[in-house]
């Protein structure tokens, strides 16, 4: 039996690319991602700091690529499935343009906003917790939402942090 999707383009809402580092589901809003790649060569440079993978040439723009899984607070291990469906997603933020490998790119998935829930209280005190925008229920995953404008620190450029300023 064949299954044909409908869109219904008068459905409004706000578009996520849903993602997945180890057994978690992530999604970030469409606006935000300049580009999904397969991983690219990377290169370390001396004096980076633990925060960062290393960094890419991006069509001549030396990109940083962060380690999301300890940006996101998640344990050693909980990420970084180097398997096939391993992808790079290049957001551009006020901060400036910055990636981070995710182990697969699940789907553009469109929500209403009454369907996002309120991210649990728990350890709002820390620096991180502004990261986190939500929970939604997607294709019977709970997807945490995630603002990368909020990863890098307000007093600090993507390539400073980069390169260990």
Known sequence: MKHERI????RTGTQLITFRLGAEYYGIHVSKVREILRPIDLFSVPGMGERIEGV??????????????LLLGLRPGDGGDAGRKRRTI??????GSFGFFVDEVLEVARIQTDEMQAAPAIGTGEPRAAVVTGIVKISGRMVVCIDPENIIPDDATAKEIAIGG
């Open 7 to 10: 869109f219904d383009r008068t």
């Open 56 to 69: 890419i040439n991006l069509r001549g723009e030396i990109i940083p690529i962060f380690k999301i899984a």
């Open 90 to 95: 290049i957001i551009d933020a006020a901060a």
